[in-house]
């Protein structure tokens, strides 16, 4: 069983930026950030992989970029222009035990992930 510890969410000003942080207790092919609000349902944000490839969602418009340190099994979300829109719980998601795969791990449903952290809520004020 793989655990994953979020952190870093918090209250900002639209416009203002954050950095979420997801530690695994292991190893993962896939890791990523997902997002979801009261009544919404679970979307992902972004991607990446044990050998560098990122996915991101079409919503993150280059706002967004995904960091991951492979020694560390620590996963990194950098938030950029913040927006109300942006509110969500933010959950880091893991998958795959494999060194590699032939296509990029997807933001586009949850197949790819069997572990999930407990969620970093943030919260953007307009």
């Known amino acids: 069983q793989v655990h994953l510890v979020e952190s870093g969410g918090a209250s900002v000003d639209a416009g203002q930026s954050l950095r979420l942080t997801c530690i695994a207790s292991?190893?993962?092919?896939?890791t990523a950030w997902f997002r979801q609000g009261p009544g919404k349902e679970r979307e992902g944000v972004a991607a990446?992989?044990?050998?560098?490839?990122?996915s991101y969602a079409d919503f993150v418009k280059g706002r967004f970029t995904v960091v991951r340190d492979n020694d560390k099994n620590t996963l990194y979300l950098q938030m950029t222009n913040l927006t109300p829109d942006d509110i969500d719980v933010y959950y880091c998601?893991?998958?795959?035990?494999?060194?590699?795969?032939?296509?990029?791990?997807?933001?586009?449903?949850?197949?790819?992930?069997?572990?999930w952290g407990q969620g970093t809520q943030v919260t953007v004020s307009s």
């Open positions: 998601a893991g998958g795959g035990q494999e060194q590699s795969w032939s296509r990029n791990c997807s933001v586009v449903g949850d197949s790819d992930y069997n572990y």
């Open positions: 292991e190893y993962t092919y896939c």
């Open positions: 990446m992989d044990s050998d560098g490839r990122t």
